[in-house]
Every structure is written in C-alpha cells, then in structure tokens.
C-alpha cells in the first residue's frame, strides 16, 4: 500500500467517525427511514466522499441491510441499525451501530 492509498483510507475512517456523530444527532423516533438515508447520504457528499453502498436501515428483527426506496413510507422506531459505508477513492471505511429509539 502506497502512502496516498494509506491517507484514502484514513479520510474515509474520518468521516465514518463524523458520519456516525451526525447520524446519531439527527435521527428521532417516528422519521422516515428515506429522509435519514438522504441526509446521511448528503452529509457524506459534503464531507468530500461518496457513499461504498447504499445507507442501510434496519429495524428490529431485520438484521441489516435493508435501504428504504422511493416512496417508502417506513418510519424509525424501536431499535434500529445504521449501516454505513464511505469511499475515496475506491478505498472503502464501513461502520455500523444501533439506537434504541424507545426510550426518551
């Protein structure tokens, strides 16, 4: 691995880090799961990288992956697993959490 391969890989951890901050700042119970993924999937644009795959989305029993589509109407709740992926340059960070949106 070259040296700008290495710092590829550490902006794209830096902004996995700012990433998970900024989601755990805006979500809230009862918002649609599109409304998260486009926000989240424009914070990591402005950041100066592009999403490795898709935000996943998954509530409850559905164990990951899930990516809510155009006109999903699917809202936040209980728990719910973020899965997120950022890319520079084809080097890739992936990171994940879960938040449990019942309690205040």
Do not use: C
């Not at 009862?30 to 486009?38: D, K, Q, R, S, V």
């Not at 989305?57 to 990951?64: D, F, K, V």
Request: proline content about 4%; hydrophobic content about 40%; aromatic content about 6%.
């Amino acid at each position: 691995m070259n040296k700008q391969e290495l710092e590829d890989y550490k902006k794209a951890g830096r902004i996995s880090v700012e990433i998970k901050k900024y989601a755990k700042e805006i979500i809230k119970p009862g918002m649609l799961l599109l409304e998260i993924a486009e926000k989240i999937h424009e914070k990591i644009e402005d950041l100066g990288a592009t999403p490795a795959f898709p935000v996943n989305l998954s509530i409850n029993e559905i164990a990951a992956h899930y990516h809510p589509t155009f006109k999903d109407e699917t809202k936040a709740n209980e728990l719910l697993k973020i899965d997120i992926g950022i890319q520079i340059n084809g080097f890739i960070a992936d990171t994940a959490f879960s938040m449990d949106l019942t309690s205040d």
